[in-house]
């Protein structure tokens, strides 16, 4: 027993180490004006294999979410398409579009420091992304259709056919 707690109490010790610089990220994207209050590292094996923090109106990119910005870091560093054995520290809960992201990166394991809540106090609320994923298509508040099918389908038939394909 006391082994598992040494190693747990050490489990800690590292996470406040990374949770610190994810939030140290955070307040430096912000200080310099590159984007929202976010910031994210991706660890594995104790090193800090990617950094992120929130640049959307720096770079003009929606997308550009301090989570994403470290899975891109992590996986370029790595020269891999996934995290595997890795951990995502990020300074608050994951939007919809960053778990996503992080679901496909496939890591072991992700902290996070404020809640989605938190978020929405300071006026980043993404509870109507929830909503509207649940919502039927023709429900939904962005106009969504459905179009040419069958010559779609000639591209994912194509891929299921294909030999020399790299499956994730």
């Not at 300074?91 to 404020?114: D, H, N, Q, T």
Request: glycine fraction near 8%; proline fraction near 4%; charged fraction near 30%.
């Amino acid at each position: 027993m006391h082994n598992k707690n040494t190693k747990r109490t050490t489990l800690i010790g590292k996470d406040k180490k990374f949770m610190l610089k994810a939030i140290e990220m955070a307040q430096e994207g912000m200080d310099t004006n590159e984007g929202g209050p976010f910031g994210a590292v991706v660890v594995k094996n104790g090193k800090i294999v990617g950094r992120g923090n929130n640049k959307v109106t720096s770079t003009n990119d929606p997308t550009a979410h301090a989570e994403i910005i470290a899975i891109r870091d992590a996986c370029k560093n790595l020269n891999t398409f996934q995290l595997d054995d890795c951990t995502i520290y990020t300074s608050c809960e994951p939007c919809p579009m960053c778990l996503g992201a992080i679901y496909w990166a496939r890591p072991k394991r992700i902290v996070f420091a404020c809640t989605k809540k938190d978020a929405a106090t300071i006026g980043f609320d993404d509870a109507f992304i929830y909503k509207e994923i649940e919502l039927p298509i023709n429900k939904r508040s962005i106009k969504t259709e459905q179009q040419y099918r069958k010559e779609g389908l000639t591209v994912f038939k194509a891929w299921g056919e294909k030999q020399d394909k790299e499956k994730y």
